[in-house]
């Protein structure tokens, strides 16, 4: 009786390892939410042509910022990765329990978790898709072309209405 206990309490205690995978994604998080930052205002500087007489487009300056981003939007994934297995392994945030008892961050369930994170992914592959229109030349010169350009706008609306279905 008394190993079961020892051992259960070793069991138990365990699940503060997540703290690492809690730790590296909020670090990730704020690396990249850094780095996407960075990037928007060194295109804004150096892109833009507003200041730079040798840019005649704003293709660069459109493209960088739209990956800037896609770069906040995965930091938000591994932030609400990062809150959601803190809540589920650790401990209820007690600082937020008042002040943001509605919050995405705010996890109740492994499912809510993989929902909201979900969520956030399919808005990062609709960046990433305009991403690669943006990097294509504009070469829509057959009805055929515009038609199956509209139909993967349709293809991505309906996946996302789909995934917000209740």
Same mark, same amino acid.
């Given at each position: 009786? *008394?190993?079961?206990? /020892?051992?259960? &309490?070793?069991?138990?205690?365990? $699940? /503060?390892?997540?703290?690492?995978?809690?730790?590296?994604?909020?670090?990730?998080?704020?690396?990249?939410?850094?780095?996407?930052?960075?990037?928007?205002?060194?295109?804004?500087?150096?892109?833009?042509?507003?200041?730079? !007489?040798?840019?005649?487009?704003?293709?660069?300056?459109?493209?960088?910022?739209?990956?800037? @981003?896609?770069?906040?939007?995965?930091?938000?994934?591994?932030? @609400?990765?990062?809150?959601?297995?803190? =809540?589920?392994?650790?401990? =209820?945030?007690?600082? !937020? *329990?008042?002040?943001?008892?509605?919050?995405?961050? *705010? @996890?109740?369930?492994?499912?809510?978790? &993989?929902?909201?994170?979900? *969520?956030?992914?399919?808005?990062?592959?609709?960046? &990433?898709?305009?991403?690669?229109?943006?990097?294509?030349?504009?070469?829509?010169?057959?009805? =055929?072309?515009?038609?199956?350009?509209?139909?993967?706008?349709? !293809?991505?609306?309906?996946? /996302?209405?789909?995934?917000? $279905?209740?």
């Amino acid at each position: 009786m *008394k190993i079961e206990h /020892y051992f259960e &309490k070793i069991l138990w205690n365990l $699940r /503060y390892v997540v703290i690492l995978s809690v730790i590296l994604s909020v670090l990730a998080s704020i690396i990249l939410f850094i780095i996407g930052s960075w990037d928007i205002i060194y295109s804004i500087i150096y892109q833009n042509p507003l200041f730079n !007489a040798d840019i005649s487009n704003n293709n660069d300056l459109l493209f960088k910022i739209i990956s800037s @981003i896609d770069l906040f939007l995965i930091g938000i994934v591994l932030l @609400i990765f990062g809150f959601g297995v803190y =809540e589920l392994f650790i401990s =209820e945030i007690d600082f !937020a *329990k008042g002040k943001f008892s509605d919050s995405t961050l *705010k @996890i109740k369930s492994l499912d809510q978790l &993989k929902n909201k994170i979900i *969520k956030v992914i399919i808005i990062v592959l609709i960046v &990433k898709f305009f991403e690669k229109i943006l990097k294509l030349t504009p070469s829509f010169s057959s009805p =055929e072309d515009i038609f199956i350009f509209s139909l993967s706008i349709l !293809a991505i609306c309906l996946g /996302y209405f789909l995934i917000n $279905r209740k």
